[in-house]
């Protein structure tokens, strides 16, 4: 198996768009090689825990109501294009997504990060959920398989933050300042939601050039 890091945020629609095209890829080479774990980067890491207005926080990062419609406009039919239909009239804030990091690190303890990142996106990105409320992280884990209760316990405490944030942090120190991103074998990096024809080739280059194993850094 190669490893496959994933650095991404869940209300980063580039990382639910890079998301779909990779799982198209990986669904058109079932024998792929990849074994996949999903990272932390918080888009907005001074994000007040109750987050924001999400017109108000968009027209303040694009600069007005119309540049932010353009942006989105490219990111809705970049969406269409990876089989993707988002309803942002549903999502009314962005939230602080620290806890759902932590709901993924934990996830992946168990064996079932990849579909709690795929619940993560669904509910957020198709359903208007708010990812950043407890309960609703909590309901999430329990569709996911995990257990409820325990989830919302350790949500309420501050376990496991301090790692998400070092883990963050780290990725920005070795040179990641958008997402997504994806490593290989810790050796190679794609940057971007690529769409499917990409990973097309570099699952191709992989199987005639496997990567020669090399340590985390």
């Not at 980063?12 to 024998?31: M, S, T, V």
């Not at 993560?120 to 990812?131: M, N, P, T, V």
């Not at 810790?186 to 090399?214: H, I, M, R």
Request: proline share 7%; net charge negative; aromatic share 8%.
């Amino acid at each position: 198996m190669i490893k496959l890091d994933v650095i991404s945020d869940p209300v980063c629609p580039w990382c639910y768009i890079g998301k779909a095209n990779l799982d198209r890829a990986l669904e058109a080479n079932p024998a792929h090689p990849f074994e996949i774990e999903w990272h932390p980067f918080q888009l907005n890491p001074d994000m007040a825990p109750e987050g924001k207005d999400r017109r108000e926080y968009l027209e303040a990062k694009f600069g007005g109501k119309a540049k932010a419609v353009e942006v989105y406009a490219r990111i809705e039919q970049a969406a269409r294009d990876a089989g993707l239909e988002i309803d942002f009239s549903a999502i009314p804030r962005i939230p602080n997504t620290l806890d759902a990091h932590r709901l993924i690190h934990w996830a992946g303890l168990e064996g079932r990060q990849t579909a709690v990142v795929a619940a993560l996106f669904r509910a957020y990105w198709k359903e208007g959920r708010d990812i950043g409320d407890r309960a609703v992280l909590a309901t999430i884990a329990a569709e996911c398989g995990l257990d409820a209760a325990m989830i919302a316990r350790l949500l309420d405490t501050t376990a496991d933050a301090d790692d998400i944030r070092a883990r963050d942090h780290h990725a920005r120190q070795r040179g990641v300042s958008g997402v997504p991103c994806f490593i290989i074998a810790n050796q190679y990096v794609v940057s971007g939601a690529q769409p499917p024809q990409v990973w097309a080739q570099v699952l191709d280059e992989l199987t005639a050039n496997p990567p020669a194993a090399k340590p985390a850094t």
